[in-house]
């Protein structure tokens, strides 16, 4: 026991951890990149001048260069030599992929959730989806937008499975810029609340393997959407 105290106050002399006040300069760029690209203000195949994100921030090139590469690293901007950083441009091939990813993680997520929900939880994702509707009614893209984040976000951690959550927010920049933002820039919104309202149900249910297929058929419905009508869009322009 004596010898587990001093093994301790040896490893822990000249080492002290204090709490972080502030994020580097170059992750709070990147961030609101990402909710640039993410709520459809910087549109896939927008150049990014490194030279105008500085000015426009009050900051030097050098970390807008690291949010770059950063963003590189997570497949939210593309780097031509000799042209510049610009917005992933969208692809069939990358939407089908990141879709796939989904369905399988959320659907998994929702099998969990359904048999974990509370009365409480249950009255929360109603609340979400009469948001939902209230936006869709009014118009508003970014609410529902919110929302639909939202929606997922809670059943992904109402699952129970910490793993599970971990992947789900590793590749939640490219699902909600993807599958979600640009899906309901061209979406019908009282579908999209429609849609939401079907898996709740599923939810409410009880039954896993309900609530997996209704989960699945919601992600998938979200992809055939963006295959057709968002890329048949980029084809005209």
Not at 80 to 98: A, I
Request: hydrophobic fraction near 45%; charged fraction near 25%; glycine fraction near 6%.
């Amino acid at each position: 026991m004596q010898h587990d105290k001093e093994c301790t106050a040896r490893e822990s002399q000249g080492f002290s951890l204090g709490p972080l006040r502030f994020r580097r300069m170059a992750d709070q760029i990147a961030a609101a990149i990402r909710d640039s690209i993410a709520k459809g203000k910087l549109l896939p195949g927008t150049h990014l001048f490194e030279a105008r994100i500085a000015r426009e921030m009050q900051t030097s090139r050098i970390p807008v260069r690291e949010a770059l590469i950063q963003l590189e690293q997570e497949g939210l901007v593309t780097r031509k030599p000799s042209r510049g950083t610009f917005v992933t441009e969208l692809t069939e091939k990358m939407m089908r992929e990141v879709s796939s990813l989904r369905g399988l993680l959320e659907g998994y997520a929702a099998s969990h959730a359904a048999m974990r929900l509370t009365t409480d939880d249950l009255m929360h994702l109603d609340g979400l989806v009469m948001e939902m509707r209230l936006a869709a009614d009014a118009g508003s893209f970014l609410r529902i937008l919110d929302c639909d984040y939202q929606f997922h976000e809670y059943v992904i951690h109402a699952a129970g499975h910490e793993l599970l959550e971990e992947m789900w927010k590793a590749t939640h920049a490219k699902i909600r810029v993807y599958l979600s933002a640009t899906n309901l820039m061209y979406a019908d919104l009282k579908l999209t609340a429609e849609s939401h309202a079907r898996v709740l149900e599923a939810l409410r249910s009880g039954d896993a393997e309900v609530a997996r297929m209704a989960m699945a058929a919601h992600t998938e419905a979200a992809l055939e959407q963006l295959v057709t009508r968002v890329l048949a869009a980029h084809r005209k322009d």
